[in-house]
């Protein structure tokens, strides 16, 4: 029973966006690895990330209703 929950919780952190940063780690680690040839920036931090993220969100958003 525990991993359906497990599964269950990872599927709703998922659709929030609760585990964007983790994603977006995971995705970091595959597709920006620092070798001799590449040199590639850091990952962002965790606020830097979540602020970039709000930002494209809500560019273009130019009123409330």
């Known amino acids: 029973m525990s991993g ?10 998922r659709l929030s966006g609760d585990d964007a940063y983790e994603q977006y780690l995971k995705y970091y680690a595959r597709h920006h690895q620092v070798d001799a040839d590449h040199d590639c920036h850091p990952p962002l931090s965790k606020a830097d990330f979540f602020r970039q ?13």
Do not use: P
Not at 4 to 13: N, P
């Open 4 to 13: 359906r929950l497990k599964v269950f919780w990872q599927m709703v952190r």
């Open 53 to 65: 993220w709000q930002d494209e969100k809500w560019n273009g958003i130019k009123r409330c209703c």
